[in-house]
């Protein structure tokens, strides 16, 4: 099992090993491809944001408001608490 001193080194090791890669010097089989699936990635990710955006301005039957139900709660466990106690 590694110890967590060794896991923090292998990390800072990994980190400084990427900080000295130039964007020059990788070499990329698939570009084309990684490309298009980060653009299809991006696309789906803001088509998500903007489909719940939408979703959200419309009330519909699903969203119930009680205001005034939290107050008469409070009151009403006030007291049932209070009859359970005086029998």
Known sequence: MVSLDNLASAVRETLTTWRGLRWGDLRFAQARAAILVLVV??????????????RTHRAGRSQITLPAVLPVMRRWNALSGMSKRSS
């Open 41 to 54: 990635l991006l696309s789906v990710a803001l088509l998500m944001l903007l489909a719940r955006g939408l």
